[in-house]
């Protein structure tokens, strides 16, 4: 299905860091028993969970924003020893097909902006690389924004030396001057905005695209498994306040499903990662586009 769509006038296209490997999903999902996921075989594969990390890249008024940036170059040793490619995928992206053959052309420039949706491991993996110990930005162009709600949570003492992809990734871009900390709804262009969607972590946020009468929403981690969106009350384990998450992906589903949202899910296979919210005989129903 789609890996990039239009909406209005702006361009949001999907990009795949890494696969992991895949995961029984009643330990994704702690609260659901295996006689849960019956009915819902369509979301596994091979009666697994199978995440995709996957990232998306939105150009609007002259922008290029890319949406979180995955899980790193690893390679991983939690993850099976896997690598994330997305700088050499983002490069078939963002580089037109003329200067495709220059090898000193690179994603590193055509970024403007990065917003993360939060900061969890799988969504911050490319902020920087290190050389000699010393970090610098793998888009040095670029802005970085960073929720407030989740920097305030995740640099607090106590929880900074559980989150080492924070301590690594995220914090020295404070030090280099290139992030910065944003909250509520904020505006990155007139057709891109962010909105506060708490409960995963507390400063999640979804990105939201409005367009020419048209509208779409990256969800980031409100969503991990299409399941979810007939099983709105179905948490992820790693959800940090599971009340706020239900309740976030309740207002997102309701959202999309009344005002005809186009969605795009990065957790989601590349099968079916863009789609809509249909209700059909009661239910909610993901439908890919
Ligand atoms: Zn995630």
Redesign the pocket.
């Known amino acids: 299905m789609a890996d990039s769509i239009k909406v209005g006038n702006v361009e949001i296209t999907a990009v795949l860091d890494m696969i992991p490997p895949p995961r029984d999903p009643t330990v994704m999902f702690p609260e659901t028993s295996a006689s849960d996921w019956e009915s819902h075989g369509d979301a596994l594969e091979n009666g697994q969970l199978q995440l995709y990390y996957g990232v998306w890249v939105i150009r609007s008024q002259g922008q290029t924003i890319l949406v979180d940036t995955g899980m790193g170059p690893g390679p991983h040793e939690h993850l099976g020893g896997a690598e994330g490619k997305l700088f050499d995928r983002l490069r078939d992206v963002l580089i037109p097909a003329d200067r495709l053959n220059n090898t000193n052309v690179g994603p590193s420039d055509e970024v403007n902006i990065v917003v993360h949706t939060h900061l969890?491991g799988?969504?911050v993996g490319w902020n920087l690389r290190y050389s000699g110990g010393m970090p610098a930005p793998y888009f040095r162009r670029a802005r970085y924004l960073v929720p407030k709600a989740d920097w305030d949570h995740f640099t607090a003492e106590g929880t900074i030396d559980s989150a080492p992809q924070v301590s690594r990734q995220v914090m020295p871009l404070r030090r280099l001057r290139k992030m910065d900390l944003i909250e509520g709804e904020y505006n990155i262009t007139d057709e891109v905005s962010t909105m506060p969607t708490p409960g995963h972590t507390p400063g999640h946020q979804a990105i939201l695209i409005s367009s020419q009468g048209e509208k779409a929403m990256i969800v980031g981690?409100v969503l991990h498994n299409k399941a979810q969106v007939q099983e709105s009350d179905w948490c992820a384990g790693v959800d940090i306040d599971k009340g706020l998450s239900r309740q976030s992906r309740e207002k997102v589903l309701d959202m999309a499903e009344k005002e005809s949202y186009v969605i795009a899910a990065g957790?989601f296979s590349p099968a079916d990662h863009i789609g809509k919210v249909v209700r059909l005989e009661g239910r909610r129903y993901w439908q890919a586009v």
Do not use: A, S, V
Request: net charge negative; hydrophobic share 0%; aromatic share 0%.
């Open positions: 969890h799988d969504h981690d957790h």
